[in-house]
Nanobody
Framework: QSQLVESGGGLVQPGGSLRLSCAGF????????VGWYRQVPGKAREEIVC????????KYKDSVKSRFTISRDMANNTVFLQMNSLKVEDTAVYYC?????????????WGQGTQVTVSP
């Protein structure tokens, strides 16, 4: 079964940066909308950014707008999430998802997540 694999998480200080990768899918990711979600214990998973299949539209959660950027490298079938100016409240498990949906984004295929911890 097709599986997405996230990587790039880790521990970073407030104000720092991380770049997450979503790869390992057997189908071209530009066939799908691809989104990044995050989840903290006890809360629902939330969509934070999405890019459509043609790569012509993106949408961002207000709290990450201007700090996070989604991009694609189709030569390597990878979607990235560049996260700058990280805050403690960005701490979560981050998931990528691909699928035909736009609202919500993706939703057909999921990765297992990568932990991002922002701490002094």
């Amino acid at each position: 079964q097709s599986q997405l694999v996230e990587s790039g998480g880790g521990l970073v200080q407030p104000g720092g940066s991380l770049r997450l990768s979503c790869a390992g899918f057997e189908k071209p990711l530009d066939y799908y909308a691809v989104g990044w979600y995050r989840q903290v214990p006890g809360k629902a998973r939330e969509e934070i950014v999405c890019i459509n299949s043609p790569g012509t539209s993106t949408k961002y959660k207000d709290s990450v707008k201007s700090r996070f950027t989604i991009s694609r490298d189709m030569a390597n079938n990878t979607v990235f999430l560049q996260m700058n100016s990280l805050k403690v409240e960005d701490t979560a498990v981050y998931y990528c998802s691909a699928g035909t949906g736009w609202v919500p984004c993706g939703g057909d295929y999921w990765g297992q997540g990568t932990q991002v911890t922002v701490s002094p």
